[in-house]
Structure formats: structure tokens, C-alpha cells
């Protein structure tokens, strides 16, 4: 299966803003629709992001994503301590599931 | 409400066979657009999704995986099950099931996640 790349980490201070990107190919997120998921230690992801740029019912507009040809990212602002998790990017290749190999948000 | 828990052993032996069932609450697996998948996450790594099941009995899995497992559904129970063989000390991972949404003609993206269950391989 082909993969998607993530910067390993990212860091900014409260109140900024910062942008995660995932770079795919033409067959993945060229293809199909992106989605972001949070993770804290020890919990399941939570869903953050479907469809490349719509929100779940309860995330706040904090979080946005969007998708370019064959890259995705997912920004967010007004960072606050509590985001700090680990984000992952998912796509499909072939009715075949894809994770970006995480990204861990630091807010300094 | 959507929910989802997984249940099986916690421990085995490497070569033995993991069965792992899932039973869910709040929507039907016999619903247009309803799958579940089952993700595994080892310590430190990023999740691996392993297999998906869709309201139609499709059924797709992870590629290098794919001779090892198998999963199905049992919609009158509300339960899907994975079996994946030969175990290995490689698969201890946190495994988990996921319901995933079918959208505009494509699988789509996971919406509900259970809370995983943490699977060891040692001898």
C-alpha cells in the first residue's frame, strides 16, 4: 500500500495558528477524500476532519482542513494546550485504508 | 448513539489465532453506507488499518495481511468478528473496531471508534 507523509512534529505557542500537511499521490488523496483524526495517549483517535474539509458535529472551527491535488492539511487555531495529541491523515487507495505516519503537536 | 466494543483474549501464544468480536449499538451493519473496519495500533506507531466489512458483505484487507485475516458480520447480532492467524509477537497492538461510513461512491472515513483492545503475543 503507498503511504502518506507527515512532518513527524510541529510546534507553536498558545493562540498561534499551525498547519499540518500529508502528502499523498494522484491514486490516494489525488483519488479520494481526506480525513484527520486526534489522538491522546492512551485513547482512541477521534475524528476531526471528513470528506477533506467538513467538520463532525462538535468539533469547533478551530480545526479546518483541505485538500490540493495530491496534498491534504489540517490547521488549526487559537491553539490552545489541550491540543496537544498526535494527528493523523487517512485516505483510501483502491478501496484500501491509508494512515500518514502522525504528527505530534506540540503547544510550547 | 454509536457504539462499539471490542472483546477477545489479551494474551497469546506466538502461531495461535486471534478471533476478535466486536459488538456494536446504534445503527445497522444491513443500512446503506454502514461498514466497520478493525485498526491496530502497536505502541508508539501509527494506527494500520486490517480490514473492512460493508453492509453489502464486501469485505477488503490490508494488502501484506491479507492471506492471515479474515472478517465477517453477523448483522441479526449487530457483531463483526476478525480472525487473523499465525500470531506473532509483531502483532501486539491495541486492536480496534471502527465504524466506517461509505459516501458518493467511495469508503470514506471512520466515525465512531471503540475503545480497542490491547493484544499481546509472547510465548
Not at chain 1, 33 to 41: D, G, L, M, R, T
Not at chain 1, 48 to 62: E, M, Q, T, V, W
Not at chain 1, 69 to 76: C, D, R
Amino acid at each position: 500500500q503507498s503511504v502518506l507523509t507527515q512532518p513527524p512534529s510541529v510546534s507553536a505557542a498558545p493562540g498561534q495558528k499551525v498547519i499540518i500537511s500529508c502528502s499523498g499521490s494522484r491514486s490516494t488523496i489525488g483519488h479520494n477524500y481526506v480525513s484527520w483524526y486526534q489522538q491522546f495517549p492512551g485513547t482512541a483517535p477521534k475524528l476531526l476532519i471528513y470528506d477533506n474539509d467538513k467538520r463532525p458535529s462538535g468539533i469547533p472551527d478551530r480545526f479546518s482542513g483541505s485538500k490540493s491535488g495530491t496534498s491534504a492539511t489540517l490547521g488549526i487555531t487559537g491553539l490552545q494546550t489541550g491540543d496537544e495529541a498526535d494527528y493523523y491523515c487517512v485516505t483510501w487507495e483502491s478501496s484500501l485504508s491509508i494512515f500518514g505516519g502522525g504528527t505530534k503537536l506540540t503547544v510550547l | 448513539q454509536v457504539t462499539l466494543r471490542e472483546s477477545g483474549p489479551a494474551l497469546l501464544r506466538p502461531t495461535q489465532t486471534l478471533t476478535l468480536t466486536c459488538s456494536f449499538s446504534g445503527f445497522s451493519l444491513s443500512s446503506s453506507g454502514m461498514c466497520v473496519s478493525w485498526i491496530r495500533q502497536s505502541p508508539g506507531k501509527a494506527p494500520e488499518w486490517l480490514a473492512v466489512i460493508d453492509w453489502d458483505d464486501e469485505k477488503y484487507y490490508r494488502t501484506s495481511l491479507m492471506t492471515r485475516l479474515t472478517i465477517s458480520k453477523d448483522t441479526s447480532k449487530n457483531q463483526v468478528v476478525l480472525t487473523m492467524t499465525s500470531m506473532d509477537p509483531v502483532d501486539t497492538a491495541t486492536y480496534y473496531c471502527v465504524r466506517t461510513i461509505y459516501s458518493q461512491s467511495r469508503y470514506s472515513y471512520f466515525d465512531t471508534w471503540g475503545q480497542g483492545a490491547l493484544v499481546t503475543v509472547s510465548s
